[in-house]
């Protein structure tokens, strides 16, 4: 019975682990592997890959495949409905649409997904609450050029984050974490004193090179994000 992939990697980490192949040694190539263990190299490839993606091998082309000298340790961030992470808390969620509005993209936005001089952009402002609390501001930003079907789409009942995730893949994600200050607009809206410490997330994604949207998240005083490794 060929082994799997799986079986592929156990086999591999544990020889890691165990000292057998030590920090710095080369591991032998994708071929001699597949023969070793009796199965397709593309099995020994995949393998491979989600070792070096859990940050414990190094893959150079012509130089072979080695055991890091320091693993490294990837944390990992989900991009979770927000509806979902709301009622997972046990919390009732309820979603609200600020304002709405089809503009140029401004040259920030041109800039920084790289849009054409004469890009529009849906422009969406919405609110996630928990419980009747705020919880989330979303400051939103579509590129019509890629998903024009935006301009009909209604955002009064679904937020568009749900709408996105239904409409389109991401091939590629930026993300940026920050600490900011409420203005007095953010601050009315998150129920909390203008100038309080905000946590903010800002998020662009792609599709195969074109970009679908940019999103600015902020959440109230006191949110703590949590992710592990």
């Known amino acids: 019975m060929k082994a799997t992939y799986r079986e592929v990697k156990a ?8 000292g057998q192949w030590a920090p710095g040694s080369l591991i032998p190539n994708e071929v001699e592997l597949a023969e070793s263990y009796g199965c397709a190299r593309a099995t020994v490839n995949r393998a491979m890959r989600e070792l070096a993606d859990d940050g414990l091998i190094e893959r150079r082309r012509k130089a072979g495949t080695r055991v890091r000298a320091s693993p490294v340790r990837q944390a990992r961030f989900d991009i979770p409905l927000v509806r979902s992470e709301i009622e997972d808390k046990g919390a009732e ?21 790289q849009l054409g001089a004469d890009a529009q952009a849906l422009h969406l402002v919405c609110m ?17 050029e890629v998903l024009p079907q935006a301009r009909d789409a209604d955002f009064t009942q679904t937020g568009p984050n749900e709408w996105l995730v239904a409409t389109i893949p991401f091939s590629t994600a930026e993300i940026s974490f920050s600490a900011a200050l409420a203005d007095k607009e953010l601050a009315d809206c998150l129920a909390c004193e203008a100038g309080a410490p905000v946590f903010t997330i800002e998020r662009a994604t792609w599709f195969e090179g074109d970009a679908n949207t940019f999103v600015r998240l902020t959440y109230r005083p006191g949110h703590r994000m949590t992710t592990r490794y």
């Open 128 to 144: 996630h609450y928990a419980n009747g609390d705020p919880f989330q501001h979303e400051d939103r930003w579509i590129n019509l």
């Open 11 to 18: 086999d591999i980490l544990c020889r890691i682990t165990k």
């Open 93 to 113: 969620y309820r979603y609200s649409l600020v304002s709405r509005a089809i503009d140029e993209a401004p040259g920030w936005l041109r800039a920084r997904l």
